[in-house]
């Protein structure tokens, strides 16, 4: 029996999939800056590690989507993602979550140094480690890690959960008795 979401419900669904298209729509410009470096593409899922975790929004997400494979579905062995197919696809590919939308791409973000300052830190897949040298790319050629995690982190605060709440996607399944 499918639950009955609210209006409130609704709207977060929403807004999360608003998010995700955003996403989708950064992340297709940046794959056709580097898509000659890219080897990610159907059958790669060297960056589906196990111990991903996402937001509880996101987890939600998955939940409603696909409540009979995490009823009665089994995950894929440890050490790869949860939600990986025998074959290496993902089951959930059309709700993944954000980091999974990312993944591959140039990465930049600002962590704090001792001093109280901010350095820029940069990774990349060393799969799609080719080409203009990491630190070399344009600021704007790399996926810039923060302002989406904020825009989820405050969707997260409208579901009424803890913003530092994250779900391992392994979790999702239902635990054998």
Avoid at 71 to 100: D, M, N, Q, T, W
Wanted: aromatic share 6%.
């Amino acid at each position: 029996m499918e639950k009955r979401r609210s209006s409130h419900g609704l709207k977060l669904e929403s807004a999360l999939e608003a998010l995700y298209q955003e996403v989708d729509r950064r992340a297709s410009h940046l794959r056709q800056i580097h898509g000659a470096h890219l080897r990610c593409g159907p059958g790669c899922h060297a960056c589906c590690v196990d111990g991903i975790t996402v937001f509880t929004i996101e987890a939600e997400n998955i939940r409603t989507h696909f409540p009979e494979l995490l009823e009665k579905g089994r995950p894929h062995p440890e050490g790869s993602c949860a939600f990986l197919s025998e074959s290496g696809e993902c089951r959930i590919y059309a709700v993944r979550p954000y980091v999974c939308r990312t993944q591959g791409l140039p990465l930049r973000w600002i962590e704090e140094d001792e001093s109280g300052g901010g350095v820029e830190m940069r990774d990349i897949c060393p799969l799609n480690d080719r080409g203009i040298p990491l630190e070399r790319l344009p600021a704007d050629q790399c996926w810039e890690i923060g302002p989406i995690e904020q825009q989820l982190a405050a969707l997260q605060f409208a579901l009424r959960a803890d913003r530092r709440d994250r779900v391992r996607l392994r979790d999702l399944f239902r635990r054998e008795r």
